[in-house]
C-alpha cells in the first residue's frame, strides 16, 4: 500500500532552519506531484509548496515564498521541505501529501495520498 513517512519536525527558535523529509512508497513516484500542507492549532489545513516529477515548484506566496524550499529525489523516492527564517507562525503539523496528476494543485482534496504529519513548533 502507499505510505508516506515524514520526518525532521522539531523544536526550532524563530530565524532557525529546519528541513523536512517525507518517504514515499508504494507508488510510481514520477506520476505524482508531491506536496506540503500545514496546520496550526485552530485553523484549516493550508497549502505550502508542491513539486512536479520534472521539479518545477510552486509556493504559497503569502505564508513561505522566499523562505521555504521543496526539492525531491526521485531517485529516492523523496521529497524535501526546507525552511529557513522560520517564524512563530510557521508553528504547524506539516503534512507531506502526493497527487496523481502533472500540474501542481493547491487544494488538498485534489491529494489522494496523505502522511501521518510532522509537528514544527518555532519558538519567539
Known amino acids: 500500500q502507499v505510505q508516506l513517512v515524514e520526518s525532521g519536525g522539531g523544536l526550532v527558535q524563530a530565524g532557525g532552519s529546519l528541513t523536512l523529509s517525507c518517504a514515499a512508497s508504494?507508488?510510481?513516484?514520477?506520476?505524482?506531484?508531491l506536496g506540503w500542507f500545514r496546520q496550526a492549532p485552530g485553523k484549516e489545513r493550508e497549502f505550502v509548496a508542491a513539486?512536479?516529477?520534472?521539479?518545477?515548484?510552486?509556493y504559497n506566496v503569502n505564508s513561505v515564498k522566499g523562505r521555504f524550499i521543496i526539492s525531491r529525489d526521485n531517485a529516492k523516492n523523496t521529497v524535501y521541505l526546507q525552511m529557513n527564517s522560520l517564524k512563530p507562525e510557521d508553528t504547524a503539523v506539516y503534512y507531506c501529501?502526493?497527487?496523481?496528476?502533472?500540474?501542481?494543485?493547491?487544494?488538498?482534496?485534489?491529494?489522494?495520498?496523505w502522511g501521518q504529519g510532522t509537528q514544527v513548533t518555532v519558538s519567539s
Open positions: 501529501a502526493a497527487d496523481r496528476t502533472v500540474v501542481v494543485r493547491t487544494a488538498e482534496n485534489s491529494y489522494d495520498y
Open positions: 508504494g507508488l510510481t513516484f514520477s506520476s505524482y506531484v
Open positions: 513539486t512536479r516529477w520534472s521539479g518545477g515548484s510552486t
